[in-house]
């Protein structure tokens, strides 16, 4: 059963401060759980891997090397050689970062794992 979450009012004019509910409160520990402020290390350690892991992979929807990032390493200027590159007739390339894996290293790193 979803637990209700608190809301802060402004004593001055009765606004709702809070109005997002964080996922934590999905947790079935969370209603035990005496400090609520700290970190849930166990999932920031899944999703941090999840995203290094599939950035080198370059796994699709798991990877953060996209489009948008590309652009915005440009609109930055910084690393040239990530950004997109024009290309006639079709929509800029992505090339390939040198961070990510060839099809060997996946290949080789897998077996390790």
């Not at 690393?79 to 060839?102: E, F, N, R, T």
Request: charged residues 35%; aromatic residues 8%.
């Amino acid at each position: 059963m979803r637990e209700e979450c608190d809301m802060h009012y402004d004593d001055l004019d009765d606004e709702v401060l809070w109005t997002k509910k964080s996922i934590f409160f999905e947790l079935p520990y969370w209603k035990d759980n005496k400090l609520r402020h700290n970190l849930d290390i166990m999932h920031i350690e899944k999703n941090v891997c999840d995203n290094i892991l599939g950035t080198i992979l370059n796994m699709d929807k798991k990877s953060r090397d996209d489009a948008n990032v590309r652009k915005a390493l440009e609109e930055v200027g910084i690393k040239p050689p990530l950004w997109l590159q024009p290309s006639a007739g079709q929509d800029s390339i992505m090339l390939v970062a040198p961070y990510s894996m060839s099809v060997d290293e996946k290949d080789r790193f897998l077996k390790v794992l």
